[in-house]
């Protein structure tokens, strides 16, 4: 875990007080503002043509990154980029982008968004979080995916190992780790060493190639024969825009929390680890954040009992709060809390059979530009030039 340092070179820097500051200012060369035309993973300003329309939402709405659709437009400009061996960008341009306060845009699908535009000004809410309602192990645009097989990892560079198991004692799933590492899954208080270790640290704080979070391990399913499954990756996101950049709401790419063990009369099993913080880019000439940023970590599943299952860990929070690991009820192990703020991962819950899943690490989030951050950012930071 880095140490917070306030001195007046980070304050010029324009980092964001409780970010982690991770890197340098290595961003692409110093340009003239609006003449800059090509950005991050070859997205190429000129793409923004004379007379292209604008995009404001006036209600809740939805991006398809697989399908190159908008809830409500019947035709977007969208344009599928590869960025070698990454996966593909899902590049949606327009004149303007304007999200109002009050609205929330979900994003799913496999591609990580680009959204491109003249100006850009978030006051809702863009979600880009790792999950689904039933399935923890979905993860957000461009990120891996969460375990739902006994000793498969969660994908992604950074996975988290699946719980191991002794006879009847099984381990938590290890939680994604990204910016930093995730949690270890917890143990059996008399069997160390079985909950699966948490994904390391990995990419780049540059965001090129701009890729989500990875998934969290599953826990051993015990005699249930159902893995506690990881939570997917949060996704990635890259935002450009010719002129302005403003943030006065909230841009989110927590990952999911891990799923709960399962019950069986016999023996329960392990949480499932959960998924790590995906990606924030944002490219202008300017950028003005008074909202929030979040990359963090999903929570730990909590392991069962025989009769009662164990709680899902929260997904990644729109806020610098972090996302708890599932609780659970007698002496199993609970689902460590992920990333946030300045809060590590933390490991999952040792119990009397059974581990409870690590939490997820924090994702990236980066910033090129003349920027104010007066507002809050919950990840690992770091900020470059145009």
Not at 143 to 172: L, W
Not at 175 to 195: Q, V
Request: aromatic share 2%; with cysteine.
């Amino acid at each position: 875990m880095a140490t917070l340092f306030l001195c007046a070179a980070c304050s010029r820097a324009g980092f964001a007080p409780g970010a982690r500051d991770h890197g340098a200012a290595d961003g692409p060369p110093q340009g003239d503002g609006p003449s800059v035309r090509m950005f991050s993973n070859d997205v190429d300003g000129a793409w923004v043509q004379p007379g292209a329309a604008g995009w404001k939402p006036t209600a809740d709405a939805t991006i398809d990154t697989a399908a190159g659709t908008i809830t409500g437009l019947a035709a977007p400009d969208y344009r599928a980029v590869p960025q070698g061996g990454a996966g593909e960008l899902a590049v949606f341009t327009f004149s303007t982008i304007e999200v109002p306060d009050g609205i929330t845009v979900r994003v799913v699908g496999g591609r990580a968004l680009v959204l491109l535009a003249n100006a850009i000004a978030v006051a809702g809410t863009l979600d880009l979080r790792g999950g689904a309602p039933s399935d923890p192990t979905v993860a957000g645009p461009g990120g891996g995916a969460g375990s739902d097989a006994a000793g498969s990892p969660g994908s992604g560079q950074g996975g988290g190992t699946s719980g191991g198991v002794i006879d009847k004692y099984d381990g938590g799933g290890g939680g994604g780790g990204h910016g930093e590492p995730g949690g270890a899954g917890g143990a059996s208080l008399t069997h160390a060493g079985i909950g699966g270790p948490g994904g390391g640290s990995w990419g780049s704080s540059a965001l090129s190639p701009l890729v989500g979070g990875s998934g969290g391990g599953a826990g051993s399913p015990g005699s249930s024969g159902k893995p506690g499954p990881g939570g997917g990756g949060g996704g990635a996101v890259e935002l450009v825009a010719l002129t302005l950049i403003t943030i006065s709401g909230g841009v989110n790419v927590g990952g999911a929390g891990g799923g709960g063990g399962h019950t069986h009369t016999d023996n329960g099993g392990a949480g499932g680890g959960g998924g790590s913080g995906g990606a924030i880019l944002l490219e202008a000439p300017s950028v003005k954040v008074t909202g929030i940023l979040a990359a963090n970590g999903g929570g730990g599943g909590g392991a069962s009992e025989k009769t009662t299952a164990g709680e899902a860990g929260l997904s990644g929070l729109l806020s610098e709060s972090t996302a708890e690991g599932g609780g659970v009820k007698g002496n199993e192990g609970g689902g460590g809390d992920g990333a946030a703020g300045q809060a590590p991962a933390m490991d999952g819950g040792d119990g009397e059979i059974n581990g409870g899943g690590g939490g997820g690490g924090p994702g990236r989030i980066r910033i090129n530009g003349a920027a104010d951050l007066s507002g809050a950012t919950s990840g690992v930071l770091s900020q470059g030039s145009l």
